[in-house]
Nanobody, 126 residues
């Protein structure tokens, strides 16, 4: 069973950068597409992006990513990353990584992901 755990959250100033990590265990990542989601207080969970099993392709949800997010992965280390640039107050949320047994992020809504981490909190404050 695929297990995921996020790390790297914390407090960041507006305009700063942050890199979140997601470590996977219990399953080979070669057959797993992975994604990042976030949920701000009082709001629904929103998708950020999805990365294919091999890491060759990534698809971003434009509304939330706004060109400031970069997803990457290293299957040799069982890791996935989310780099956030030019943070703003709207980025404050709990960030979740997710994994699903599919290869390409053609359709990748939250329902396609079977495994979720517990989340890591990102706070934006000046």
């Amino acid at each position: 069973q695929l297990q995921l755990a996020e790390s790297g959250g914390g407090s960041v100033q507006p305009g700063g950068s942050l890199r979140l990590s997601c470590v996977a265990s219990g399953f080979t990542l070669d057959d797993v597409a992975m994604g990042w989601f976030r949920q701000a207080p009082g709001k629904e969970r929103e998708a950020i992006g999805c990365i294919s099993n091999s890491g060759v392709t990534t698809n971003y949800e434009a509304a939330s990513a706004e060109g400031r997010f970069t997803i990457s992965r290293d299957n040799t280390k069982n890791m996935m990353y989310l780099q956030i640039h030019s943070t703003n107050f709207a980025d404050a949320a709990v960030y979740y990584c997710a994994g699903g047994i599919f290869n390409y992020c053609v359709t990748w809504g939250s329902a396609r992901f079977d495994s979720w981490g517990h989340g890591t909190q990102v706070t934006v404050s000046s």
